[in-house]
């Protein structure tokens, strides 16, 4: 195959799952994951402190209003899910949908864009997806996982989460059955919030890259419905993430 010849099915899709990749081993990074997610991260929420310096006491404008709803629907969630007192909750479950919205957004992009105009900069291939990376979906999940463990011992002290450990559910006597469960409960947290993220986005973002493989006539007519089904699908993925962490942090901050 010369230089100039196009790429096969299985290259063109392994050139686009592919992360561009630094290091190795454990001190590798995957460069495009992290400047995207960082770059999504300071434009989106730069956005919204400068909406809400401007924000005024009157009839607020289109954009004001916006944010505004998109305010008052993660409050009202946080409202009727979180039976804690916390100061932390709103704003995290915030942040979390927001830039996992956003994050997933990038697959509505089309498939070649961002490739090409990386390319022009002399970059050879650059994952556009974040959350088509495992690494950045459980360094997310992680996170949660430690604010659970954090309030755990806070709110119920070393003493009274030892004991809810290896007492619940079935009593003291069965201690160390409560404590197997209690693990697999708790790892299972962070694992089922990342693969769900993850394999929902990876399998989406796979479709588009099929599709992209089809003739252009072929492209439009299967391609425009996707997108808008796709929407669906990132908006409920950061909607999942987003409420699945203000219940777990909710349990934390209960006792049995």
């Known amino acids: 195959m010369t230089e100039s010849a196009a790429p096969s099915s299985s290259e063109y899709i392994h050139h686009h799952l592919t992360n561009l990749v630094i290091g190795k081993g454990f001190w590798s990074f995957d460069i495009d994951t992290l400047v995207t997610s960082a770059v999504l991260g300071l434009i989106v929420f730069g956005f919204m402190a400068s909406v809400a310096r401007k924000a005024t006491s009157g009839v607020p404008g289109r954009t004001q209003a916006a944010v505004e709803i998109l305010l ?13 007192e916390s100061g932390i909750v709103g704003p995290l479950a915030l942040t979390i949908f927001v830039w996992v ?13 961002v490739s090409l105009l990386m390319s022009s900069v002399g970059v050879g291939h650059w994952k556009a997806v974040p959350t088509t990376d495992p690494n950045l979906t459980f360094a997310m999940s992680i996170t949660v996982f430690f604010l659970i463990l954090y309030y755990n011992f806070k709110i119920k002290k070393c003493g009274g989460f030892m004991r809810e450990v290896f ?7 069965l201690a160390p059955f409560n404590l197997l469960f209690r693990l697999i409960e708790d790892l299972a947290k962070p694992v089922s919030l990342a693969l769900r993220l993850f394999g929902n986005m ?19 007519v299967l391609g425009a419905p996707w997108a808008i089904f796709h929407i669906l699908i990132i908006t409920l993925q950061a909607f999942i993430f987003m409420i699945l962490t203000i219940i777990y942090l909710s349990m934390a901050h209960e006792s049995h």
Do not use: S
Not at 202 to 220: D, N, R, S
């Open 167 to 173: 007492t619940v559910p079935f009593g003291a006597k």
């Open 72 to 84: 008052e629907m993660v409050q009202t969630q946080v409202r009727d899910t979180f039976h804690g």
């Open 101 to 113: 919205f956003c994050l997933n957004a990038m697959d509505l992009l089309p498939v070649d864009l």
């Open 202 to 220: 990876y399998a989406g973002e796979m479709v588009f890259i099929l599709i992209a493989l089809l003739p252009p006539y072929l492209q439009w």
